[in-house]
């Protein structure tokens, strides 16, 4: 059974980082494509950024391009989301998810964290 665990989250002050980790189990994590999703209260489900098996390519939301970074090591079976220059805007539950093929769309995103907070204050 596929499992994914992310971690990582806290409050934080606007101008600061954080690090997201979500670690991937019950399958090689290098099968599928690896995204971060996140979630303010009373809105949407948004698309923050994904990255394909091989890192070959990565896709960003336009909000948090130049700010944000994902990686993987798939040694690992572990996606991370290194966040710098935060705003309060950014504070949501981010979700981390697993894809056969790279999307900005949730709907093609098969497997799904339970989440982590971020709160970012001003």
């Known amino acids: 059974q596929v499992q994914l665990v992310a971690s990582g989250g806290g409050l934080v002050q606007a101008g600061g980082s954080l690090r997201l980790s979500c670690a991937f189990s019950?399958?090689?994590?290098?099968?599928?494509?690896l995204g971060w999703f996140r979630q303010a209260p009373g809105k949407e489900r948004e698309f923050v950024a994904a990255i394909t098996r091989d890192s070959d390519q990565i896709y960003y939301a336009d909000s948090v391009k130049g700010r944000f970074t994902i990686s993987r090591d798939n040694t690992k079976n572990t996606v991370y989301l290194q966040m710098n220059s935060l705003k309060p805007e950014d504070t949501a539950i981010y979700c981390c998810?697993?894809?056969?093929?790279?999307?900005?769309?949730?709907?093609?995103?098969?497997?799904w964290g339970q989440g982590t907070q971020v709160t970012v204050s001003s």
């Open positions: 998810a697993a894809a056969p093929v790279i999307s900005v769309t949730p709907y093609v995103y098969t497997y």
């Open positions: 019950g399958r090689p994590s290098s099968t599928y494509v």
